[in-house]
């Protein structure tokens, strides 16, 4: 089945669309409320925090729910948008986000139970429920990172080649982020300079094309790249 202009424009900006309100979700989440309430080594004063700001704490999981669906929508539309050029690349890649959507979704169950145990004043089961959150995202974000890095072939071949290399960029930066924060813990101090050098590329890959599928996607046609 192969899917015509018209369709292929609506599908663009589906995925255009619900890159940008991820954007702004995760931007209220894990910027504005994650980050203000949560301090891993300050164990009572997080539960000082989540005790005080419960209501913040119910709007964090909201919006991890909005980007749940929004990523499943990316999947959704991805696969579509490129299956006439690779049905089985686009399936993979797809897919991939697929998986990466599921182990989001069991992180944010940590996130869940986290307000029982708040209400019942268990400081210590608060704090393993957080860090099972950040070890179980920061995996689900290596397969993001490899996604990504499909994501980049089949842009580089069918939309663009500047934005297949920013999307590389930032699937590989996720990668190696991600592999070394679970399989080199000891050097945290290094991962989290190098981490900030590479917040730019992680950032931009996605959002610049977000505003691709948005203004270009589907409108053109280019010949493959061989």
């Known amino acids: 089945m192969t899917i015509n202009k018209e369709n292929k424009r609506s599908t663009a900006l589906v995925i255009g669309i619900s890159l ?14 994650h980050s203000t ?22 709007m964090e999981i909201l919006f991890w729910v909005v980007i749940i669906i929004t990523d499943l929508l990316v999947s959704w539309g991805i696969f579509h948008y490129f299956r006439n050029e690779n049905m089985g690349f686009s399936a993979m890649t797809a897919g991939l986000r697929v998986i990466y959507t599921v182990i989001l979704a069991a992180a944010v169950s ?30 689900g974000l290596i397969v993001f990172g490899i996604h990504l890095i499909l994501l980049s072939v089949a842009s580089f071949r069918y939309e ?45 890959g996605e959002m610049v094309f977000a505003l691709w599928m948005i203004i270009r996607g ?9």
């Open 20 to 33: 940008l309100v991820m954007a702004v979700a995760a931007g209220i989440a894990f910027g504005a409320i």
């Open 160 to 204: 663009n080649k500047v934005l297949g290399i920013l999307l590389l960029a930032a699937g590989v930066s996720y990668l190696l982020i991600h592999t070394m924060e679970g399989f080199l813990p000891r050097f945290s101090d290094f991962t989290g300079r190098l981490e900030s050098i590479l917040a730019i590329p992680m950032t931009l």
């Open 218 to 226: 589907g409108k053109t046609k280019r010949k493959a790249v061989s």
């Open 37 to 58: 309430l949560i301090d891993i080594s300050q164990a009572e004063q997080t539960m000082d925090n989540l005790r005080a700001n419960l209501s913040q704490w119910y």
């Open 110 to 139: 940590q996130l869940v139970a986290v307000s029982s145990s708040v209400q019942g004043g268990n400081t210590q089961r608060v704090m393993l429920l957080l860090t099972r959150f950040d070890r179980i995202w920061s995996f």
